[in-house]
């Protein structure tokens, strides 16, 4: 693929903050339907699929120009999940800390999604999820309400900020579903 072709991505620029008070209409995750205990089973889960995404040949194809391919969003995902390993540590380590901000276009462009293999981003997909689900699974209980803001000053707690990652997830896995046929 071209560098030509990744600047034809229309950056997303939408605040994707309003999953957190209902379910999404497009790939349908409900907040509600998420128990905390169990951010790091559905984050390995979800590792799986991608796993199984990246071994379909069709991987590096994008099913339109202005659209990414599986392995495009598979390193978002890797990238995702490294981001929120991030936070997650930096909330249970301080009071109330501010993100960095972190634009996903940006990085798209500066580490090649578009040029990735999709055979090389599965061994960096896998460790970041498997980091990032221990870091859920060992969030004691009274840590969960620790908040954290982003950069636009948007409120999280370690719990929100889990199903928050979590809709990304699910999400990215809705938007490439016809390689898998669903």
Known sequence: MTTEQAAEITPDTKDWTW?????????????????RVA????????TDFWV???????????????????TEYACHVRDVHRVFLGRVEQMLAEDDPRFANWDQDETAVAERYDEQRAADVVPDLVAAADAVADAYDRVAEDAWGRPGR????????????GSYHLHDLVHHRWDVRWIMGE
Do not use: K, M, Q, Y
Not at 52 to 70: I, K, Q, Y
């Open 150 to 161: 982003r950069s636009n000053g948007s409120l999280f707690t370690v719990e929100t900020l």
């Open 52 to 70: 199984a995404v990246l071994a379909d040949p069709r991987a590096g194809e994008r099913p339109e120009p202005t659209v990414w391919s599986p």
């Open 19 to 35: 999953v957190l008070d209902r379910p999404c209409p497009d790939c349908g995750f409900d907040p509600a339907a998420v128990d």
């Open 39 to 46: 951010f790091g089973d559905a984050i390995r889960d979800n």
